[in-house]
């Protein structure tokens, strides 16, 4: 019952250059989980600090004794 359906020539591309060999194909999910672990993780950090600014360590740095008094 083998059906002979014509392949997209993308699908047929990325066949050839990445699921040829095993390796090629495990260091292509491992680059890409590394990859969209770091896009994901600096999301996440620009949206906590949109969402917590003037809250921050770091926004308030200069106003928590930091300075010195002039008299």
Excluded: C
């Amino acid at each position: 019952m083998s059906q002979n359906r014509p392949t997209h020539p993308l699908m047929e591309m990325g066949y050839k250059v990445l699921m040829r060999r095993n390796s090629i194909y495990i260091a292509f999910i491992l680059g890409g989980a590394l990859l969209g672990e770091r896009v994901v993780n600096k999301g996440f950090d620009i949206l906590w600090e949109n969402n917590n600014k003037g809250k921050l360590f770091k926004h308030l740095e200069g106003g928590l004794g930091g300075e010195k008094e002039e008299e």
